[in-house]
DNA sequence: AATATAGACAACCGCACCAGA
DNA sequence: CTCTGGTGCGGTTGTCTATAT
């Protein structure tokens, strides 16, 4: 159950903040059915609503747009993020874009409250083990999983940052965004079939 | 039954990029 | 070229719920 709204003011307006009601829930949809889903801070005003242009984004985002899937993360979603977020490290948006009806806020929830637990328990596990790098040893599967060095690394925000890197999936990043051949299924017989491609993925990032 | 703690997740914040004026 | 508004992203915080004590 939503809290109401907490109205504080911002830059002299009142703005409201916190949980959404459904009332709020209800105009947002109404006013991105008619105009669609840009324009956030007009849409706030279309919509009567005292919120920040950016939190109705936000709210649409992560929320209220269609197709997105609730509930919990299978053990193949689990098993692709962690494949990913090897590749990737934190880029949420770009994990979220290949778990269909998955939000980056989703994915980065699911990674911050379970993943990373579980990776720091092995990584204890395996101190002082000859295994150089951190393991993580998805229970579901029994897999063990390595993560390479310096995967940790490379935090920069923007796509823009892997355009001139060289990429298994083309050339260069955009194409790994662009691939319309990397959908579910591919990529989860793409992981299947190329057992060993974990330790090489990083060598060419 | 009351309180403390942990887990889960929605929402906010600050920063960076981009396009148009 | 510079400025500004709009947008997207990742990190972090806040709050609700479930569980333990």
């Known amino acids: 159950m939503p809290m109401a709204p907490v109205t504080t003011k911002c830059n002299l307006k009142e703005v409201n903040r916190g949980a959404w009601t459904a009332e709020e829930d209800q105009k947002l949809a109404q006013v991105i059915d008619l105009h669609g889903p840009k324009r956030w801070k007009s849409i706030a005003a279309k919509a009567g609503l005292k919120r920040s242009g950016k939190s109705c984004r936000l709210r649409w985002m ?3 747009r269609p197709n997105i899937k609730k509930g919990n993360i299978s053990d193949q979603e689990e098993d692709l993020i962690l494949r990913l977020h090897k590749l990737l490290g934190n880029r ?3 994990i979220a874009g290949r778990l269909p009806g998955r939000t980056d806020n989703q994915i980065k929830n699911y990674w911050n409250s379970h993943l990373s637990k579980k990776i720091k328990l092995n990584e204890n596990r395996n101190k002082g083990s000859e295994i150089q790098e951190p393991v993580l040893d998805n229970s ?3 897999e063990t999983v390595f993560v390479p060095k310096g995967s940790e690394e490379g935090t920069s925000k923007r796509d823009d940052d892997y355009n001139s890197t060289p990429c298994l999936f083309g050339d260069t990043m955009s194409d790994f965004h662009s691939a319309e051949a990397l959908n579910w299924e591919w990529m989860s017989q793409f992981f299947e079939i190329n057992e060993s ?4 993925a990083y060598d060419i990032i």
């Open 197 to 200: 491609w974990d330790y090489f």
């Open 140 to 142: 579901k599967g029994n």
């Open 62 to 64: 992560n929320y209220l």
């Open 92 to 94: 949420w948006s770009l």
